[in-house]
């Protein structure tokens, strides 16, 4: 822009010292009004306030004075105002006359504010200092058609969808084919993760808002009798008729489970996995039976809806640094949840973890390299414990802290409610492996702290996913509370337990006492007596013995009740596991408490 030729031209419709001429202003008010529309006036009006606008500012100053010389007006000018400003030149254009057809048309469509010296349109009538007599009318007159003019404008404009703030509609769902519509709740519109995708799992977003509707009214119905039990809840451990109804209708539909699949049946799902490989979730019709299928789908939607809600929270976000799998030794475990480890190594997506010292690589080849070189071939600290090839660690988090951190970020990628990462000192690991000829490999460890003043002797317990249903969490259990006995205290795990510790804890409870009524030979039975044998704190032992329906209430007393058909049924289940290794040996421990607990 050259502002040169600006400053030599002559101001239109200003006087040489910056003041408005009110003679040459008057003159092209006349003329201006027989050649514009309706519209001239009214930036005319706004070209003379901004005019008067930078006179009344202290910071603006006009130019020196020029002579003012008499020529002829064009019919289609530009006016220019040039104002100085202490940081420097603005220069600010203001259309005054228009003669040709599409810039006319242009100016009667345009209907935003001019912008001011400031640069911000004028925020009310007052900023505006108009000297025409007919200023208001022409304003009031300007905004009812701009009102018109934008209501007709917008009337073809779709109303705009109210859509979650967290909704981002740059993402997709990473199945092949999936439009991202739909979820598995049959809650919501839209997903972006495998959990929620209705294709994944083989059905359809309609099938889904059905299967969520039935679902609701299951719900609706189950409470109708919690709400009309107001008595204590001892007094009911009898199923009520309707229970009893439930249950046989349950094992009716589990009779016909385990008849196998047809020759049809195994060609369609064998074709349909190879198809689909490993992007749809694999054919579960006639697997099991529908009542077993209808409850894995509802814990299907309950973990998506789940998930939906911590998405929705800010707590997971679409493509944030989350580890999805980790090489562990000879094995390569998918992840759970999310753990802290340090950005750099969680984008990645892939870790790869050194199973005996635990140190954490980005590649295969630095794993490699490491393996090559590493002396680790069991975790630091005190065995403890051996019995064949099992074996018990004590780690003590104050003496082998990186060791600790570095086992305690491994486990939050398979648990929901850990909260421990780096202020490991407090605590003591106790770490179970299996040896061979390798090394000693890790199966799961528990930690427990130094002084517990509420006597719990579990505060993180945790067995690798290659571990698990081989009865390698019940043996960490019993280990805890071995050494519960030897401290001679009562121990109970660390609340809140996630939910697989919560059933490994229910089921170790339930063989326990099993196990203490089969030995018991009195006739009177306490349940002080029973947490003094076990070890097993007796508010575990009290809903334990209510789960079993064990406990009853009876002439004002709570009455322990020996029900022989369960006690069979383990005795059963004994004999047939016979001699197994998973078993805890008390002869085999070498453990004194440390000192100071």
Not at 274 to 279: A, D, E, G, R
Not at 290 to 303: H, N, P, V
Not at 494 to 520: A, C, H, Q, T
Request: charged share 30%; with cysteine; glycine share 6%.
């Amino acid at each position: 822009l050259d502002t040169s030729k600006s400053q030599q031209k002559p101001m239109a419709g200003s006087g040489s010292d910056g003041t408005e001429d009110s003679d040459s202003s008057a003159e092209r008010e006349q003329t201006n009004s027989s050649e514009s529309d309706g519209n001239m006036p009214k930036r005319q009006r706004l070209t003379r306030a901004s005019t008067r606008l930078s006179q009344s500012s202290q910071g603006w100053s006009a130019f020196p004075k020029k002579k003012k010389k008499k020529e002829k007006e064009p019919v289609g000018y530009f006016e220019s105002q040039l104002y100085h400003h202490s940081s420097g030149l603005t220069l600010f254009w203001f259309l005054s006359s228009l003669d040709t057809p599409d810039l006319k048309r242009a100016a009667d469509h345009d209907e935003s504010p001019p912008l001011t010296p400031t640069g911000n349109a004028p925020s009310s009538e007052s900023e505006l200092d108009i000297s025409s007599p007919n200023a208001s009318h022409d304003e009031s007159q300007s905004k009812d058609q701009a009102s018109r003019d934008s209501d007709k404008d917008l009337s073809h404009r779709p109303k705009r969808r109210r859509c979650h703030e967290t909704y981002n509609f740059n993402m997709k769902c990473p199945t092949p084919g999936c439009n991202s519509l739909g979820h598995l709740t049959g809650k919501h519109e839209r997903h972006f993760a495998i959990s929620g995708c209705p294709l994944y799992h083989n059905l359809s977003a309609d099938e889904c808002k059905v299967k969520a509707i039935s679902r609701e009214k299951q719900e609706e119905e189950a409470k109708v009798p919690e709400e009309n039990n107001t008595r204590h809840a001892t007094r009911h451990q009898t199923p009520t008729p309707k229970q009893s109804r439930y249950k046989e209708q349950v094992a009716e539909m589990r009779k016909g489970r385990n008849s196998g699949l047809q020759k049809e049946q195994k060609e369609k799902h064998m074709e349909h996995r190879q198809t689909y490989s490993n992007t749809r979730e694999p054919l579960l019709e006639n697997i099991t039976s529908d009542y077993d299928l209808e409850l894995f789908r509802k814990a299907q939607a309950r973990a998506s809806e789940d998930l939906e809600k911590l998405r929705i929270q800010g707590q997971i976000t679409e493509g944030s640094n989350m580890i999805k799998t980790i090489v562990f030794g000879r094995y390569e475990l998918d992840t759970w949840y999310h753990s802290p480890y340090p950005e750099e190594y969680a984008r990645l997506g892939r870790l790869y973890v050194c199973e005996f010292c635990l140190k954490y690589m980005k590649s295969q080849t630095i794993l490699r390299r490491h393996m090559a070189k590493c002396v680790w071939k069991h975790p630091p600290g005190d065995e403890v414990y051996r019995k064949g090839s099992i074996s018990v660690f004590e780690v003590d988090g104050k003496k082998n802290k990186i060791y600790c951190q570095n086992l305690c970020l491994l486990a939050k990628l398979f648990l929901d409610h850990k909260t421990l990462y780096y202020d490991v000192e407090p605590f003591l690991f106790y770490v179970m492996t299996e040896a061979d000829n390798t090394g000693c490999h890790l199966v799961g460890y528990f930690s427990k702290e130094k002084n517990s003043f509420l006597n719990y002797n579990v505060s993180c317990i945790l067995t690798m996913p290659q571990y698990m249903r081989q009865g390698f969490g019940k043996m960490l259990i019993d280990f805890s509370y071995l050494l519960s006995k030897v401290e001679e205290k009562v121990g109970s795990p660390e609340r809140p337990l996630s939910d697989l510790g919560l059933i490994s804890y229910r089921s170790y409870w339930k063989e326990v006492l099993l196990r203490y009524m089969y030995n018991f030979q009195g006739k009177e039975i306490s349940i002080k007596e029973i947490s003094q044998e076990t070890a097993v704190n007796p508010v575990d032992i009290v809903s334990t013995l209510q789960s079993l329906q064990m406990l009853k209430y009876w002439k004002g007393k709570h009455l322990v009740l020996k029900r022989q058909d369960l006690i069979d049924e383990w005795k059963a289940k004994e004999i047939k596991r016979g001699n197994s290794n998973k078993t805890i040996d008390p002869s085999s421990l070498k453990w004194t408490p440390p000192k100071g607990t």
